[in-house]
């Protein structure tokens, strides 16, 4: 593992956290990045928010022997794209109106990517306005929930209760009767009519 010391072209959207004890180690692809403590205050703030998120982020990954159905790393890469695989296996977030499932009001049913499992009925979707697939109930028995403290505040990160992929947050602004939303990556979903 080589540790550079390096600034230059760093985006925020590359940048992983990869150690808790020393929030300015990054990674890029395979390269180990350590910014430097001459760099660090050119940082603006959207970049040191940034810092704070990733580093908190490390230890809340998903264990795979806590789910019913588990496959290895090399398993969940084959079978997504690079952008299912960080939504769905590393709790990144997909970009906001990225999906065409936003705006998908036809009836069926919405499965867990990573294992079929039906989620979510289109019946309970609505449109939060968020640019994210938004539902104020699952089915019965199909996720999960754990307390997520990657932001500054503790939220609720919802998942498939058989595989463990990450779906998104539960929030409690949603509409009547439940008064929740969750707020999903449509990257984690397959809708079936
Ligand atoms: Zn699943």
New binding site residues.
């Given amino acids: 593992m080589v540790i550079r010391q390096c600034l230059d072209r760093m985006t925020v959207d590359h940048m992983r956290v990869v150690c808790c004890r020393n929030p300015w180690v990054y990674r890029i692809g395979a390269d180990m990045f350590l910014i430097t403590k001459k760099d660090r205050p050119m940082m603006n703030r959207r970049t040191f928010g940034l810092t704070a998120l990733a580093c908190a982020a490390a230890p809340s990954a998903l264990l795979a022997e806590d789910f019913e159905?588990t496959r290895t790393d090399a398993e969940w890469r084959s079978m997504l794209t690079d952008l299912q695989y960080r939504v769905m296996r590393e709790e990144a977030t997909e970009r906001a109106g990225s999906s065409p499932l936003d705006k998908n009001y036809a009836a069926g049913v919405y499965d867990?990517r990573?294992?079929d499992?039906p989620l979510y009925p289109s019946q309970t979707k609505y449109d939060s306005g968020t640019g994210w697939p938004s539902f104020f109930e699952s089915l019965p028995n199909a996720v999960a929930t754990k307390p997520d403290r990657k932001l500054f505040s503790v939220r609720t990160e919802v998942h498939?209760r058989?595989?463990g992929?990450h779906l998104g947050h539960v929030f409690d602004d949603g509409p009547q009767p439940t008064g929740k939303r969750h707020c999903l990556n449509g990257a984690s979903l397959v809708f079936r009519a």
């Fill in positions: 159905i867990c990573g294992c499992l498939c058989r595989c992929s």
